[in-house]
């Protein structure tokens, strides 16, 4: 009986047990699913807003420009060739590449033993040839004065043989003292005859010796040429390069010693497509007064000069497409055949258009305007070229509209959004004056010196490169603008 007791006391404790724990489990997920927001109603969501930075669509007239890369040329680079082979004896000091020479400066020359020896054997071949050529003069005159002194005796023999004729037909001459006479006056005619041979031996040797004379004339000459020839000069100031040769070295006939360039007259060859020819001859004929700029990039800064005489290749190479075109660079400062360079044509003036940035319109032309209560409209321009980072534009119902300056793909049309702020379109207009030149007033130059030399910011390198613009001649309108924005700031 004590055992069956316990044992219900024991079933009866663990029930107990187990009920509480059931209890306890039920309590904490009721708490559980309180905080998981099973009960209660939901909280309301709020709109996101987009911030963005709004352009300003403004008409107004543009020139376009056709860029392109280029390389650049010089319009006069000669290869100094050896004209005789001998040792080289003398050299311009110094006789290495990037060394400037001056028209008539002496380069090289060549051992003129050879030469020197030729031009006098040609001298002495001359002076026996004018000896000659005299006494064949003189043979022509003695010649001349037998040939008249035999005419002469022929005359007085021709006379005698009339006057005996003339005896005999009075009866008071002699037939044999006619013949005699006869005979006498045929021996003096052919006495004339043998100094008219003379005469003509003596001319013929006369003009022999002239031809040995001229042919000792042109000898000479070109004996003085190949005496010359050892001797090469610069026939113009410019620049050495390919230096091949060395003092006491070894030439052949037309060996390459060096190649002059001049450094002054430098030109541009780039390559435009079809199109951008076509939208180039739309403002006119190619010519001289066509706004042609030439820049090199340095990294830091820029070479810029202006650039004329713009002109068309008057072939089409096989395989190529678009055309050639050449452009002589006006101030080639700082830049040297080989360099790739950038090339900007302007096009004719377009009106009515606005400048965006590229980031604001979509390949297909398409914008989001801002309208009211700041929410997004789709718009659609009509996209008329693309200038770097910038795009041309025409859309006359957007004018004055504000538009998103940097689409993504988060922004469209109906999305709610918050202007931060407006981008500055003189910023992309600075950027493309950048190859304009301007002359500026002597007052606005020392202004601008001034800023440069004051600006912290600026390295030596950019100081003294901009200085160096400042210095002289026409300054980037870009880098003038810059300037004066921050003397306003």
Excluded: C, H, K
């Excluded at 002495?124 to 008249?148: C, E, K």
């Excluded at 190479?317 to 900007?344: C, H, K, N, S, Y």
Aim: no cysteine; charged share 25%; aromatic share 2%.
């Amino acid at each position: 009986m004590l055992f069956l007791r316990r044992a219900l006391v024991g079933v009866l404790l663990s029930a107990l047990t187990l009920g509480a724990l059931a209890w306890a489990g039920a309590s904490v997920w009721s708490a559980v699913t309180a905080v998981m927001g099973d009960e209660g109603e939901p909280a309301p969501r709020r709109e996101i807003v987009q911030s963005v930075t709004a352009v300003e669509v403004v008409p107004q007239s543009a020139v376009p420009v056709v860029e392109a890369f280029g390389s650049v040329r010089s319009t006069r680079t000669l290869d100094l060739r050896a004209a005789s082979a001998g040792q080289i004896v003398d050299l311009a000091d110094p006789f290495r590449d990037g060394v400037e020479v001056t028209q008539g400066q002496v380069l090289v020359r060549i051992d003129p033993s050879e030469a020197e020896a030729g031009l006098a054997s040609a001298r002495a071949d001359l002076d026996a040839a004018r000896a000659d050529l005299r006494d064949a003069g003189r043979g022509v005159t003695l010649a001349q004065d037998d040939l008249a002194v035999t005419q002469e005796q022929a005359d007085l023999r021709t006379q005698s043989l009339a006057r005996q004729r003339g005896l005999e037909d009075r009866g008071v001459g002699s037939i044999a003292a006619v013949e005699q006479s006869a005979l006498e006056s045929a021996q003096a005619r052919q006495a004339v005859v043998s100094r008219r041979q003379a005469l003509a031996q003596s001319e013929a040797r006369l003009d022999q010796a002239r031809t040995a004379r001229d042919r000792a004339q042109i000898a000479l000459g070109e004996a003085e040429r190949l005496l010359a020839d050892t001797t090469l000069t610069a026939p113009f100031t410019a620049l050495l390069t390919d230096v091949a040769a060395v003092r006491g070295g070894l030439v052949a006939r037309n060996d390459l010693l060096a190649r002059l360039v001049d450094p002054t007259a430098l030109e541009v060859s780039f390559r435009v497509s079809s199109e951008q020819f076509a939208r180039l001859t739309e403002a006119g004929p190619l010519g001289a007064d066509r706004a042609t700029r030439v820049s090199l990039d340095l990294g830091s800064g820029a070479i810029t000069s202006p650039a004329g005489d713009l002109r068309e290749s008057p072939v089409v190479a096989e395989g190529q497409t678009g055309r050639a075109l050449f452009a002589r660079i006006t101030d080639p400062r700082g830049l040297r055949p080989g360099d790739i360079v950038t090339v900007a044509v302007d096009e004719a003036p377009l009106t009515r258009v606005a400048r965006l940035p590229t980031s604001a319109v979509a390949a297909d032309g398409g914008v989001l305007v801002i309208g009211p209560e700041d929410r997004l409209i789709a718009g659609q321009v009509d996209i008329l070229r693309r200038q770097g980072n910038t795009v041309l534009v025409r859309a006359p119902d957007l004018a004055g509209a504000r538009i998103v300056a940097d689409r993504n793909p988060s922004l469209g049309a109906g999305v709610l959004v918050r202007v931060t702020g407006a981008q500055d379109q003189g910023a992309d207009q600075t950027a493309a004056a950048d190859g304009v030149l301007i002359e500026l007033t002597l007052e606005r130059r020392e202004t601008l010196i001034a800023l440069v030399e004051a600006d912290p910011a600026l390295t030596a390198q950019d100081r003294d490169r901009m200085l160096g613009l400042l210095a002289t001649g026409p300054v980037p309108a870009g880098m003038v603008s810059r300037l004066e924005q921050q003397r306003g700031g």
